[in-house]
């Protein structure tokens, strides 16, 4: 059992930057592919980015260029960093984990963080 703890949402102005953390229990953490995933009110849950134990990463097209996740294995931990942000990046941030290597499916999610861009 993985429980993940996300922190970092809030409210910034278009163009602007966030990072969002999320805290991972388990000695297994590096044994998982982390990633993020977010919903905006009324619309379907979406890819944000993945990354794998080793390091490799993936990130929506939509983003590409602006976010960033990476992943401390000593710290359990995974991190989005998000730059020039757009109001259409506005919605609730889930982390997520999972032994499916592409994270098509996913273990274990998160709570939620709210990110709003204000333009």
């Known amino acids: 059992q993985v429980q993940l703890l996300e922190s970092g949402g809030g409210l910034v102005q278009a163009g602007g930057s966030l990072r969002l953390s999320c805290a991972a229990s388990?000695?297994?953490?590096?044994?998982?592919?982390m990633g993020w995933f977010r919903q905006a009110p009324g619309k379907e849950r979406e890819f944000v980015a993945r990354?794998?134990?080793?390091?490799?990463?993936s990130h929506a097209d939509s983003v590409k260029g602006r976010f960033t996740i990476s992943r401390d294995n000593a710290k359990n931990t995974v991190y989005l960093q998000m730059d020039s942000l757009k109001p259409e990046d506005t919605a609730v941030y889930y982390c997520?984990?999972?032994?499916?290597?592409?994270?098509?499916?996913?273990?274990?999610w998160g709570q939620g963080t709210q990110v709003t861009v204000s333009s």
């Open positions: 990354i794998f134990g080793g390091g490799l990463t």
């Open positions: 997520a984990a999972g032994t499916n290597l592409l994270l098509t499916k996913v273990d274990y």
């Open positions: 388990g000695r297994t953490f590096s044994r998982y592919t």
